[in-house]
């Protein structure tokens, strides 16, 4: 369990399901953790506003608003969100699991799955109460929609690579560093080829990339909290807002401005 970690939730069920499958959604303090657990049935975390975390026994899941996790049956985790999230849980029983992944896996979510999770989400359905014949149709389709949804493996990776992970963890400190591969080859005694070919394999995309990702990571909880996007832009190392601006536009689909009013990738 985090040690920062301050408000604890447990798991909303235990035993079973109220049905088949099961929408729920709540709003997160920060600094808010569910202990480490398991359950019988398949869950889709998506977070409408913040970031959730999903801390597996070998991955570390991030799902920013882009994107959501999808956790197989019995699959042991934890979760929890650094800074204040809107977020949702969608519970499939497990004989429906077969039409989804199955591992962990992050999973983009498109114009017509934020829509039914708004809409979920907008109108919540009594706790003591089998869905209605109407509902129960809805959530099938999401279900349906999740089973054809891009899997993303997890938006942020990570590695305990003996020569990468030193790099990561660097960058996730100090994520305005600008050094390039090079730069970091020859900090770290290494080479910039034996880096190329270890971000290709260890995290399954190049070392821009996942330095991209990471800075939007650790932009959104700032532009929710109100800081200007200027600030924000510079502090994360780059040059002027208008080039954090286009970067951010092009992994979520928003401007920094549009994030924060809510706004749904075009």
């Known amino acids: 369990m985090p040690a920062r970690s301050t408000h604890l939730r447990t798991p909303p069920f235990v035993d079973a399901l109220p049905s088949p499958i099961w929408f729920r959604a709540d709003e997160l303090p920060a600094d808010t953790a569910y202990p480490r657990h398991r359950h019988a049935w398949g869950e889709f975390v998506y977070a409408y506003s913040g970031l959730m975390e999903l801390k597996l026994a070998d991955a570390h899941f991030l799902a920013p608003p882009q994107c959501g996790v999808w956790l197989p049956p019995q699959v042991e985790h934890v979760g929890l969100n650094r800074d204040a999230a809107s977020h949702c849980s969608l519970y499939v ?68 690579d003996p020569v990468l992970a030193p790099l990561l963890r660097a960058l996730d400190a100090q994520p305005g560093d600008h050094r390039s591969l090079a730069d970091w080859a020859q900090a770290l005694h290494s080479t910039e080829r034996t880096l190329l070919r270890r971000c290709r394999r260890e995290l399954g995309m190049p070392f821009s990339e996942w330095r991209q990702r990471l800075r939007v990571v650790k932009a959104l909880p700032r532009l929710q909290a109100g800081e200007k996007v200027e600030t924000v832009a510079l502090e994360l190392g780059y040059a002027s807002a208008s080039a954090f601006i286009t970067m951010f536009r092009r992994l979520t689909g928003v401007t920094p401005d549009e994030f924060r009013r809510g706004a749904t990738p075009k």
Do not use: F, I, K
């Open 93 to 160: 029983s497990a004989p429906l699991c077969a039409q989804l992944p199955a591992n962990a896996c992050a999973l983009s979510v498109s114009p017509l799955v934020r829509a039914l999770l708004e809409h979920l989400r907008l109108h919540p359905h009594p706790r003591d109460e089998p869905p209605a014949a109407a509902d129960a149709r809805l959530l099938q389709v999401l279900v349906d929609q999740l089973a054809r949804a891009p899997r993303a493996g997890s938006y942020l990776p990570g590695s305990d």
